[in-house]
């Protein structure tokens, strides 16, 4: 079970957030990684990612429950 938190040049989460959702989802891998940094095998598993991730490779998360996105609602 896979967390992955995405960062670029104009956001990234907090390390206090990280540590928090890292604290909450205890049972589950938090990865944090800059989406050019973002690999296939990170994605596999996956159940929720957050960030701006490329759509066309959403596919590779065959377990995704919720796709976070930081700009939604702005």
Do not use: F
């Not at 959702?21 to 957050?50: F, H, P, W």
């Amino acid at each position: 079970k896979k967390i992955i938190i995405l960062y670029n040049q104009v956001y990234r989460m907090p390390d206090e957030y990280v540590s928090q959702v890292r604290n909450m989802a205890s049972d589950y891998e938090v990865i944090v990684v800059s989406q050019d940094k973002l690999t296939d095998e990170m994605l596999e598993g996956a159940e929720v990612i957050t960030g701006h991730p490329d759509a066309r490779r959403l596919v590779r998360a065959n377990q995704l429950r919720w796709l976070h996105i930081q700009s939604a609602g702005v």
